[in-house]
């Protein structure tokens, strides 16, 4: 079975461009959650969605919005780049309950110059 | 708020030996799950072990163990026979399940770990 796909692999955007990150869960999963790693650090989650609906967003400015479409796949988008918007984006799917692992794609590494 | 900590910015192995990866963690919550992950340089996390706060055994998974002391809130990752495909960052993680519904993961700072031949 296909695990989570991100696309693209790699992105380098420039200061005050906009840019969409797209996923496509595991089949079956329909919980899709976007996190944000900077270098040396843990992830850090922006966005929870179930069944199209946002279930809950982290500590990031109104910049960043994502949605789910009815096959769960996902986008992520974020506005008004800034440098401090570089970043390993990964989404990660998974089925609900607290003992349910997150899936983790292999990323997309944005470059904002 | 959850809190996840990782004492050991690095760690070293020789190979075929076990090593211990820390963690602890702080939660108000009686029910919570928690999770390590492999991060290799190639960017994916991949899932390694799950313990549930209920759990009354330590979980298990090939070489990974998980050395879960609720009354010390620690959940330490044990992996035995070290292999050079081991060396990665290795994150520590607590599933959070907020009151508007939301199902986080809050991660530590990670350790990185080398294996040496």
């Known amino acids: 079975d296909a695990g989570v796909t991100q696309s693209p692999t790699h992105l380098i955007k420039t200061r005050g461009q906009q840019v969409t990150l797209r996923c496509s869960p595991i089949?079956?999963?329909?919980?899709v959650s976007w996190y944000q790693q900077v270098l040396g650090q843990g992830p850090q989650f922006i966005f929870q969605?179930?069944?199209?609906?946002?279930?809950g967003r982290g500590n990031f400015p109104d910049r960043f919005s994502a949605r789910q479409f009815p096959n769960y796949s996902s986008e992520l988008n974020v506005n008004a780049l800034l440098l401090g918007d570089s970043a390993l984006y990964l989404c990660?799917?998974?089925?609900?309950?607290?003992?349910?692992?997150?899936?983790f794609g292999n990323g997309t590494r944005l470059t904002v110059t | 708020a959850q809190k996840i900590t990782q004492t050991q910015p690095g760690m070293f192995v020789q190979e075929k030996e076990a090593v211990t990866l820390d963690c602890t963690y702080d939660?108000?919550?009686?029910?919570?799950?928690l999770f390590w992950y492999k991060q290799p340089s190639s960017g994916e996390m991949i899932f390694l072990i799950y313990?549930?706060?209920?759990?009354?055994q330590n979980a298990t998974e090939g070489r990974y163990s998980l050395n879960f002391q609720k009354a010390r809130k620690s959940a330490n990752l044990v992996i035995s026979a070290s292999q050079l495909g081991d060396s990665a960052m290795y994150f520590c993680?607590?599933?959070?399940?907020?009151?508007?519904?939301?199902?986080?993961?809050?991660f530590g700072k990670g350790t990185k770990l080398t294996v040496n031949p």
């Open positions: 990660a799917s998974s089925w609900t309950g607290v003992n349910s692992p997150l899936h």
């Open positions: 089949s079956g999963h329909k919980s």
């Open positions: 969605y179930y069944e199209k609906e946002e279930r």
């Open positions: 939660t108000s919550d009686p029910s919570y799950g």
């Open positions: 313990q549930g706060s209920y759990d009354q």
């Open positions: 993680a607590m599933r959070e399940l907020t009151q508007g519904g939301s199902e986080k993961l809050v």
